[in-house]
């Protein structure tokens, strides 16, 4: 089974992503065909600053492969290096509706929010059925804002296949619930969009800061608190085996938990899962080349799946002549 999914180089990769999909996928290398890539064509509707996208680019290589995608193993590429990947978005353009791309929620909330919507951002579902159509993908995972937009791969592709016989696979979205339930520092959704996010590989300096501005209920000392309510006992659970979960929550039912001290326990906690990873980390902010290597030797082989559908698609709309 072929499982395909992407992350956005907006900013840096922040524990949501991590538990959201990085380690998801990092775990699906095991059992499924993996494409992992960073979305930098994507990122393009919304960054505006050169710098900033390049650098935010490599960074996600970095922190995926530190994390453990195994390139030999996985699909693991930068979409712009699939340049296949936006002309079979215009052979797509033209058997997508106009009200289909009107109905996205995503680009309706994004206009509604007054940002001033370019092309890119309505054709924003088309390029993204292309991800996901141009590798024959069976399952999308993904987080409940993106739902929709994996339904409209289906559609397109069924319309695809409808006037010019069988072509593209329809993919089914798998649905991440965990997205919603990690909270940011503020308890709103961690995104970096909110300045809420606790990001991975932060120094110890920079991650005491982050964890100690979340935020809590002003319950004193001797009253007993709300695991369920509260953003650092949601955040901690994140590290904890069901047993250990079951004592913070007894901590919680009882009078005298300080808020300060779990705090202190989570940058251990936090600082310690990552601890395995910090020194690959390092090494490979370190060694660009290598990298730049290794996300060019995983577009390569990527490719040769792309073009094989790519020729499809050419051949059914007639490009052949
Ligand atoms: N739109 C997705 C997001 O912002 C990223 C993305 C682009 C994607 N292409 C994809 C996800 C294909 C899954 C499959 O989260």
Redesign the pocket.
């Known amino acids: 089974m072929r499982v ?3 992350i ?1 180089p907006s900013g840096a990769l922040h524990l949501g992503n991590y538990f959201a999909m990085m380690k998801r996928m990092i775990e699906y290398q095991e059992k499924h065909e993996l494409f992992c890539f960073i ?1 930098n064509y ?1 990122a393009l509707t919304s960054v505006r600053d050169s710098e900033y996208l390049r650098q935010n680019t490599y960074a996600a290589c970095v922190d995926f492969l530190a994390l453990g995608i195994d390139p030999n193993r996985s699909y693991f590429y930068v979409q712009s290096d699939i340049p296949e990947v936006t002309e079979l978005t215009w052979l797509l353009s033209n058997v997508t509706e106009m009200g289909l791309l009107l109905r996205a929620h995503s680009y309706k909330d994004k206009v509604e929010k007054g940002i001033e919507p370019n092309h890119g951002l309505f054709a924003y579902p088309v390029l ?1 059925a292309a ?2 159509l141009l590798y024959g993908a069976n399952f ?1 995972p ?1 987080g409940k804002d ?1 739902k929709q ?1 994996v339904e409209m791969t289906r559609d397109i592709a069924q319309k695809f296949n409808y006037n010019y016989g069988e072509t593209f696979v329809l993919p089914e979205p798998e649905i991440i619930d965990d997205l919603a339930t990690i909270p940011g520092t503020d308890g709103q959704k961690m995104s970096k969009s909110y300045g809420n996010t606790i990001n991975l590989f932060a120094s110890k300096e920079e991650l005491k800061k982050r964890v100690m501005s979340i935020v809590t209920d002003a319950r004193a000392v001797e009253e007993i608190k709300d695991p369920d309510t509260c953003n650092l006992f949601a955040l901690t659970s994140l590290f904890l085996d069901a047993e250990r979960k079951a004592e913070l929550r007894q901590r919680y039912l009882r009078p005298g938990l300080k808020y300060g001290e779990v705090k202190k326990e989570l940058i251990e906690i936090i600082w310690n899962y990552f601890e395995p990873y910090r020194d690959k980390h390092e090494e490979l902010l370190n060694r660009p080349d290598y990298v730049h290597d290794v996300m060019r030797a995983g577009a390569a082989k990527t490719r040769l799946i792309a073009v094989e559908y790519l020729e499809k698609a050419r051949n059914a709309v007639g490009l052949n002549y």
């Open positions: 395909l999914s992407g956005q979305v994507h993204m991800d996901i999308i993904v993106q937009h």
